[in-house]
């Protein structure tokens, strides 16, 4: 399967109180594999809802997302999570880490109910300490520092291997030093394990780094011009 993300007239509209707002407006957009893209603009601008519809955490009003060949409005519930499993992985600005739960095991978690052929615990091992996080192991969340938290749930996103990280605001609850540090680590996983980075951003400064910079405006796409990556 090829791995290039192509949104056609991509549409979202949100209703409530015989209001429809428009959130996304027909984006015709297409992501080559291994691909480091950062999408800015202000609050309310898209830029999440479009990472939510080609993640597939939410359905669009109009228009389609084909993933290589497959056109992902086709798919059941059980296909998206199939897909979602074995191609996306998700890293949020909040860290969604379980409290309860060892570092390890919540980078092990994803993998949980899944049939693997690899070792779980020894690949959340070595994403760990890719990281930066071998002496972590066994620490709950909050024994950790927001930047180390963040680590963790990049970790826990590159469990299965995924050729798409999908970023929402990675760095948005992270100091300038820490964000920066994150923003480095993405890039060098982009660079050495090949997979394509989507890094939503409110922080220019980084979007301009990557190799690609899409910038949105009320759900249209108003540039789409290359990085200083």
Known sequence: MSHT?????????????GVNTTALNKVNLEFSKGEFVSIVG?????????????????NPSGGAVHYGEADLRKLNLKELADFRFEHIGFVFQQYHLL????????????????????????????????????????????????????RVAVARALIHEPHWLLADEPTGNLDTET???????LHK??????CGVIFVTHEPELAVRAGRMIEMKDGHVIR???GGQ
């Open 179 to 185: 964000g920066e540090m994150i923003f480095d680590l």
């Open 42 to 58: 202000s609050s309310g601008s898209g830029k999440s809802t479009f990472l939510s519809l080609i993640g597939t955490l939410d």
């Open 224 to 226: 789409d011009t290359e």
């Open 99 to 150: 409290p309860t739960l060892t570092a390890l095991e919540n980078v092990m978690a994803p993998l949980l109910s899944r049939k693997v052929s690899y070792d779980k615990r020894k690949r959340a091992e070595q994403l760990l300490e890719e990281v930066g996080l071998a002496t972590k192991l066994h620490s709950l969340p909050s024994q950790l520092s927001g930047g180390q938290q963040q």
């Open 189 to 194: 996983l982009n660079k050495e394990k090949g």
């Open 5 to 17: 993300i192509k949104c056609t007239q991509l549409h979202k509209e949100f209703k409530g109180d």
